[in-house]
């Protein structure tokens, strides 16, 4: 079990609880009106908020305790993943460390409830799938679920059959408001859940991508108030440009754009594909039956592909002139870039300086690429941390779905109720607005399937047409996909085929 060594994550962690129960919010879509092309992102209601003053029973003391006889619990974690804290226990309860005392209780409340032994297992990233593999094969598998990328290990996981299908399995309740509806209806395929997303984890909450903005360069360059612009709907690539365009300055007067000098918005390659994202257009839409087809060559997909990579490849983005790569949030902190595209979990890490930045600071969704988009999304690669089932036999999976779902309602009962009132010192949001702004950017987190699976690689890390982001070249993109596409319809049907046979 990893031992939580750092109090500066407890008050962001503080503030994602705040928003873990709006993740599955209200049909009305945030900043506008409801987009037809998405299924109902409002959870059905399920359980009941904790009230300690009143003495309601909490949805967690609802469900039905049961005697697992002191067996081990055994769930796979990521060690040593560098973009997102991940941790899901802590070895003893520490005086001062509000997000390490909450895991422990809830982590030792779950134990003594259902008389288990919690046992963390650290792997590397990308080396779960060889080993469940091995194990399943060999006819004993040690894990019960996993914490680990979508991509690289449960995507062809699930593939092999390896992997639970939630949506098959009675002890485990998705309507629940511990869970995110909105998330599961992006990741869902074929009308089966193998990527749970729900309160237990702060990791997924924290790979969601942002944009940060210098609230002393707004006041000083006289630009607008940003935050009704996203409650009207109004927040768009226009809007966010035409703030852009004073702010950026060759700082040293070297007559050279690198470091030193201050930019309308700073971001690295996997920010400009979080960027396009927030269009809405991914490469992949589903049908009625959840089965997913390609779009990439249609001409809503085309038409933003290229109008936002000229927007990102403009002279007010840092990154059309230097290769920015981890002076990105330095920078932001240094107060040269009115806008910082970056992961939420920036504002804590010690690379990303955010924490000691000495400006004033907010944060915004990703903006809309125009204002008849219906809502905001915030893009999650495949990189992404999601919990999973392992697909061991009947009895291990039935426990798993105990265990798991009252870790996560015992996440919502014990962690959020008790920790809203330590955010409010704002010790990383400088302002009460940046709370509403979260809860915007949690309830609108973005999948993909041709990220999530692969197919084709035309999206993800190393993907054709980030690439063609990244560098400007938005001219390629019709050549590239008909370069690409029958590979890429040869590999998906050939997976789909796969999880179509499984029961």
């Known amino acids: ?55 309601t029973r909490s949805g967690y003391d609802l469900l039905p305790a049961e005697d697992y006889g002191g067996t081990d619990f055994v769930i796979t974690n990521l060690n040593n993943y560098e973009w997102c804290d991940v941790t899901l226990d802590v070895e003893a309860a520490e005086a001062g460390d509000l997000l390490g005392d909450a895991i422990y209780r809830r982590n030792r409340a779950v134990e003594e409830k259902y008389n288990v032994n919690l046992k963390i297992i650290p792997i590397g990233y990308g080396e779960l799938i060889a080993k469940v593999r091995n194990q399943i094969n060999a006819g004993d598998c040690e894990y019960d679920i996993a914490q680990a990328p979508m991509l690289l290990d449960i995507a062809p996981l699930s593939v092999d059959g390896y992997i ?20 599961h ?39 607008p108030d940003f935050y009704p612009m996203v409650r009207e709907g109004t927040w768009t690539m226009d809007s966010m440009l035409a703030s852009m365009k004073d702010i950026t300055k060759d700082l040293d007067s070297d007559g050279k754009w690198t ?62 002139q230097f290769k920015l790569g981890s002076h990105q949030d330095v920078m932001f902190a240094e107060g040269k870039g009115l806008f910082d595209a970056s992961l939420l979990s920036a504002i804590r890490a010690p690379q990303g300086a955010q924490q000691g930045m000495e400006y004033d600071f907010g944060v915004l969704p990703t903006p809309k690429l125009d204002g008849k988009q219906g809502r905001y999304y915030s893009f999650m690669d495949g990189s992404t941390p999601c919990i999973a089932i392992i697909n061991n036999d009947p009895e291990r999976v039935e426990r798993a ?74 001219d390629q993109l019709v050549s590239t996909i008909e370069k690409n596409m029958d590979k890429a319809m040869e590999a998906m049907e050939k997976d789909l085929d796969r999880l179509m046979a499984l029961n």
């Open 1 to 55: 079990m990893r031992k939580i060594k750092k109090t500066i994550a407890v008050f962001l962690a503080a503030i994602f609880v705040l928003a873990f129960a709006a993740c599955g919010g209200d049909e009305k879509k945030a900043g506008g009106s409801v987009d037809e092309n998405d299924k109902a992102s409002g959870a059905p209601e399920g359980g009941e908020a904790d009230d300690a003053e009143t003495g």
């Open 164 to 183: 639970a299908d939630a949506n098959q399995l009675k002890s485990i309740d998705l309507s629940n408001p511990w869970w995110d509806d909105f998330a």
């Open 185 to 223: 209806s992006c990741s869902s395929i074929m009308g089966k859940q193998f990527f749970l997303f729900g309160d237990f984890t702060i990791a997924d909450k924290e790979y969601a991508n942002v944009i940060y903005f210098n609230r002393q360069l707004q006041q000083e360059f006289g630009l």
């Open 259 to 320: 470091k030193n000098d201050r930019y309308g918005l700073l971001l690295n390659m996997h920010s400009k594909q979080a960027m396009f994202y927030g269009a809405g257009e991914t490469a992949m839409k589903k049908k009625p039956d959840d089965v997913p087809y390609f779009v990439v060559g249609e001409e809503p997909y085309i038409n933003a592909f290229t109008k936002i990579a000229e927007f990102l490849n403009c002279e007010h983005v840092a990154d059309a």
């Open 401 to 474: 779905c105990v265990i798991l779902e009252a870790l996560n309602a015992k996440s919502s009962d014990e962690v959020q109720p008790k920790y809203k009132k330590y955010a409010l010192p704002l010790k990383y949001f400088r302002d009460e607005e940046s709370f509403e702004m979260l809860d915007i950017i949690l309830e609108s987190r973005l999948f993909d399937m041709a990220v999530i699976y692969g197919w084709g690689n035309f999206e993800g890390n190393s993907g054709l047409l980030r690439n063609l982001m990244a560098n400007n070249k938005a």
